[in-house]
């Protein structure tokens, strides 16, 4: 029975709360007071939420802690029922007795970021999401099933990461969950939750993360009583994954979007058994896995599928579509290792292959594509320094290919199809790296193209040759992103040379939302205008002489460019003489004084040139308010 359901605080409480968060509960006691805990301190306003804790027939003392808990809190309900076998029956349970208008389902073992209510109801309330996703972070020696790390109010399921993480934790519109009438399956330790977050995906309007901030902490049990580190009949398990499948299926049709959907379920749920569980059955036991993983690779796997796949789990579908029983236990054991990888890569024709047993066996005849690893060998590059030194781009950082290493590294500039490579300095001191980009001579020895070039890091590592000729190189390219957004803090505008062309300007930024680095150059100032710290003052005596002032920052500048006033109005250009002192830090200050003039009200501005490059750049007034302006009066009778 509820505990508790509507205790009066003393508080006026809304009609309904926003959010009902459901957790089932089973042995879990030690457990609760960090994960209830965490929603009771959210920063959401408690009147807004619904704690509804399902106790699943907990013999640790887990129903008592509730019902105690409920006594405190009065927005927890707190709902006991016999042992199901699974999360799937309390987390309906919980559904049936929600009247929020969204429901989010917490596991009792794991908690909430304070603000996470909060920033995935606003995203919700927003943009009118049916399903919001928050940041997931692993704890406890669990890993989080995929990285989010870009907020998106609206995202698409077959060209984003959301599909990678199916379990039940996230954000859900009730009214979109009960039109659908999703439920979970009951009974099931393990991937009780496949259908219900496959159906939400594919119907939901609107689905969006919210990847700012750390939402929910998925923790390992160290006591390994996780659901999904429990032993389970694996037969029978591929059995329902079989059916989850065939519900898939009959939802999205054959072509490149289900095989985008099915790479997901050959990775999560066909292939994840043959593992740890595979190698510790006899062979019969083994047998019984393979004839019950056979229909699914025969029905789902593809071309496009398989070569999707990581080289280790691609043999293990293909051994087990062509029945290589034998190169099958091998693939699987070599993993098994303590570094669960069959060793380092080979390189050979200019192309980098897995480790893996029967490589070019002749009998074992397993094709080299099943191998091949060249796209996915993971670069580790940091970049440490982004400096100007006069007009030349000085970049460092470290850079290596995840177990082959690297030999040389360069800069690769592209734009428009256009792309120029410049050496960098690598090693001997570890793997650290120095590339100097002159972008007056950065094009073969000419000037680089006015606009926006990408900036990539090239890495690449030639193999140990059976002979005296070199290897053909396997060679990576990478964004150059900065760790963090940093270290790339000069990003205002400066002045550079050009070539013969003369001064342009050049400006860094990270794209958005990507955060790659990019370098813009603008001869005609439209992109990157100079002068965004620009303010200035002008004062007239009561002897009408005017002075007109100003400051600000050109990094670059050279020394022999020109800075004087002009006024404007509709129609006319005054020029004004003008005093320029230089100080520390590319500072520059800019007097001019006038004596009567032109009467009528001036926009004040600051003409640079140097050499054929020149820029009026408007002067705002230092308080922030706007356009600096000159009136000078006309002339009294």
């Known amino acids: 029975m509820p505990q508790n359901p509507a205790v009066d ?34 920063t959401l306003d408690r009147h807004r939420i619904e704690i509804i804790a399902v106790d699943d027939g907990s013999t640790d003392g887990s129903g008592a802690w509730l019902d105690e808990a409920a006594a405190a809190h009065p927005h927890l309900t707190v709902l006991h029922q016999p042992p199901s076998g699974g999360a799937g029956k309390p987390r309906n349970v919980g559904l049936d007795h929600a009247t929020g208008d969204y429901v989010f389902f917490l596991d009792s073992d794991d908690h909430l970021g304070p603000e996470a209510l909060e920033r995935l109801v606003a995203m919700a309330e927003e943009h009118g999401s049916d399903v919001v996703y928050g940041r997931i972070v692993g704890a406890g020696g669990r890993g989080a099933p995929v990285d989010l790390r870009t907020t998106s109010p609206r995202v698409s399921i077959y060209d984003s990461p959301v599909y990678w993480t199916l379990a039940a934790y996230k954000l859900f519109r009730r009214s979109f969950v009960e039109r659908h009438g999703l439920r979970f399956v009951e009974g099931r330790l393990l991937a009780e939750d496949l259908p219900f977050g ?34 389970v009949d694996w037969p029978a398990y591929l059995a329902y994954i079989g059916t989850v499948l ?7 049709p054959p072509g490149p979007d289900r095989d985008r959907l099915l790479v997901r379920h050959f990775h999560g749920e066909i292939l994840m058994p043959f593992a740890a569980p595979y190698l510790a059955r006899d062979e019969a036991g083994r047998r019984a896995m393979r004839e019950a993983a056979r229909p699914l690779v025969d029905a789902y796997l593809t071309d ?6 990581p080289p280790g789990l691609r043999l293990r579908a293909h051994c087990l579509r062509a029945g290589l029983d034998a190169e099958l236990d091998a693939v699987v054991a070599a993993d098994a290792g303590p570094d669960r990888t069959p060793g380092p890569p080979r390189l050979d024709d200019g192309r980098a292959y897995a480790a893996y047993p029967h490589f070019r066996d002749p009998d074992h005849p397993l094709p080299d594509a099943l191998f091949d690893l060249t796209d996915r060998i993971a670069v580790h590059q940091c970049l440490d320094g982004v400096q100007w030194i006069g007009g030349v781009l000085h970049l460092r950082g470290t850079a290596t290919l995840r177990t082959v290493g690297a030999d040389a590294v360069d800069l690769v500039l592209h734009r428009s199809g256009a792309h120029h490579r410049i050496p960098a300095t690598y090693g001997p001191d570890g793997d650290t790296w120095h590339a100097a980009l002159d972008p007056a001579t950065a094009a073969g020895g000419a000037p ?21 000729a070199p290897a053909p190189a ?28 003369g001064p342009t300007v050049a400006a860094l930024f990270l794209s958005s939302p990507h955060g790659h680095l990019h370098l813009d150059l603008d001869h ?15 004062a007239r005596t009561r002897t009408g002489r005017t002075t007109v002032a100003a400051g600000l920052t050109l990094p670059g500048c050279p020394v022999d460019a020109t800075l004087q006033f002009v006024l404007r109005d509709a129609t006319r250009t005054v020029a004004l003489r003008t005093t320029v002192e230089r100080a520390a830090g590319d500072r520059y200050r800019a007097h ?27 002067v705002q007034v230092a308080d922030g308010g706007g356009p600096l302006t000159l009136t000078v009066p006309g002339a009294r009778r």
Request: aromatic content about 6%.
């Open 304 to 309: 496009r599928v398989l070569a999707a796949l």
């Open 448 to 468: 680089l193209a006015d606009g926006v070039w990408a900036l990539k890091l090239g890495i690449t590592a030639h193999g140990t040759p059976d002979t005296d």
């Open 198 to 231: 496959i159906t939400a995906l594919l119907r939901a309007e609107v689905v969006s993360v919210v990847a700012d901030y750390d939402c929910y902490y998925l923790y390992g049990r160290d006591d390994d009583s996780n659901a999904s580190r429990q032993d």
């Open 592 to 618: 001019a004084r006038l004596r009567g003039g032109p009467p009528g009200t001036w926009r004040v501005a600051l003409r640079l040139t140097a050499g054929a490059l020149r820029r009026e750049l408007p």
């Open 246 to 252: 065939a519900d898939l299926a009959a939802e999205v």
């Open 9 to 42: 605080d003393g508080d006026q409480r809304p009609a309904a709360p926003t959010v009902t968060v459901i957790v089932p509960v089973h042995n879990t006691h030690r457990y609760l007071d960090r994960s209830l805990g965490s929603v009771f301190a959210q």
């Open 524 to 538: 005609d100032g439209a992109r990157r205008p100079l002068g965004a710290d620009l303010h200035g003052t002008a």
């Open 474 to 501: 396997v060679r990576r390219e990478v964004w150059l992103v900065p760790e963090g957004g940093g270290p790339v803090t000069d990003t205002a505008p400066r002045v550079i040379s050009h070539g013969p062309q």
